[in-house]
């Protein structure tokens, strides 16, 4: 389970202010990627970096954004423009972003917008 | 994009039995195909995998089976536990990103 790390556990977030979710791991690993789950909808690709800084947009980017400055390092801002942001973040890595590597996550963020 | 199906999306078993959950993809592209369980509140783990030059594959309880030409794969656990019970994802993969599918939620009755 080690080697990737989030925080904090709980985030609770006012509507209108942005936040900040931190993800690092030190496996190494080329890739990172962020998702997010909501009960009964698995695991969503937000935002994806192959390498450092350097960014894709997932499946359901609109309303988050991303920096990759340091390899270790893949934080997610969560911003007032997200219109449903509560949910369970989680963070993964591997070690390239081929398709056959495996993903291994970090023990997720839960955000709650009050 | 890549679809995966995942079903059932519960699956209630007495402790013992065992169980089978199958999921269903669009690309004929994927090559790999893991499976996570994750634990109430917990992050996901893989538990298992399979690449598509191998049918099958199996590790003490779990089994994975891969039907390319059907596109579809099943996880399989003999003799459950009642520490088996979580959420399984399947997931999907080419080139790229992994696609996951919706989840099964495994109870395992003592």
């Known amino acids: 389970d080690g080697g990737i790390t989030q925080s904090p556990k709980y985030l609770f977030r006012k509507e209108g202010q942005n936040v900040t979710l931190s993800c690092e791991q030190n496996?190494?690993?080329?890739?990172m990627y962020w998702y997010r789950q909501d009960p009964g909808q698995g695991l969503r690709l937000i935002y994806y970096s192959q390498i450092v800084n350097d960014f894709q947009k997932g499946d359901i980017a609109e309303g988050y954004s991303v920096s990759r400055e340091k390899k270790e390092s893949f934080p997610l801002t969560v911003t007032s423009a997200q219109k449903n942001p509560t949910a369970f973040y989680l963070c993964?890595?591997?070690?390239?972003?081929?398709?056959?590597?495996?993903?291994?996550f970090g023990p997720g963020t839960r955000l709650t917008v009050l | 994009g890549e679809n995966v199906e995942q079903h059932p999306s519960t699956l209630s078993v007495q402790e013992g039995d065992s169980a089978v959950i199958k999921c269903t993809y669009s690309?004929?592209?994927?090559?790999?195909f893991p499976w996570y369980k994750q634990e109430l509140g917990k992050r996901p783990q893989l538990i298992i995998d399979i690449r598509s030059n191998v049918g099958e594959k199996k590790d003490q309880r779990i089994a994975v089976t891969l039907n390319k030409t059907a596109k579809h794969f099943s996880l399989h656990i003999t003799e459950t536990q009642p520490e088996d019970s979580a959420v399984y994802f399947c997931g999907t993969s080419g080139y790229s990103t992994l696609t996951f599918g919706k989840g099964t939620m495994l109870l395992v009755s003592p």
């Open positions: 496996l190494n690993h080329d890739a």
């Open positions: 993964a890595s591997s070690f390239t972003h081929r398709g056959t590597d495996t993903q291994y």
């Open positions: 690309d004929s592209a994927s090559n790999y």
